[in-house]
């Protein structure tokens, strides 16, 4: 079991920026992050693979949102530029054995999520 911890949620107004870091227990190979809003079904953000040859952005996020690791820290990061009240959610940082399984929704870990808020 992989403990992840995740920090850098908060209230940004609509244009801003935040930045959220996960840091894993132990080395995995797909890190990423899925978000669920109010209401919502869960969605997949981003996701990256361990060399960081393979990354996936959902479109909604295409442009404004950048993954990267730090794999000497099992760390992933997730840089969020021109926020928009839509992408209100809580965040949850997630990993898998196969990158394949990440973009299918096969989650083996996941975090107790940080709640990124963003005001128009």
């Known amino acids: 079991q992989v403990h992840l911890a995740e920090s850098g949620g908060g209230l940004v107004q609509a244009g801003g920026s935040l930045r959220l870091s996960c840091q894993a227990s132990?080395?995995?190979?797909?890190m990423g992050w899925f978000r669920q809003a109010l209401g919502n079904d869960r969605e997949l953000v981003v996701a990256?693979?361990?060399?960081?040859?393979?990354?996936y952005y959902a479109d909604s996020v295409k442009g404004r949102f950048t993954i990267s690791r730090n794999n000497a820290k099992n760390a992933v990061y997730l840089q969020m530029n021109a926020l928009k009240p839509e992408d209100t959610a809580v965040y949850y940082c997630?990993?898998?054995?196969?990158?394949?399984?990440?973009?299918?929704?096969?989650?083996?870990?996941w975090g107790q999520g940080t709640q990124v808020t963003v005001t128009s």
């Open positions: 997630a990993t898998s054995s196969l990158m394949s399984s990440m973009l299918n929704g096969g989650y083996t870990n």
């Open positions: 132990s080395a995995v190979y797909a």
């Open positions: 990256i693979d361990y060399e960081s040859e393979k990354r």
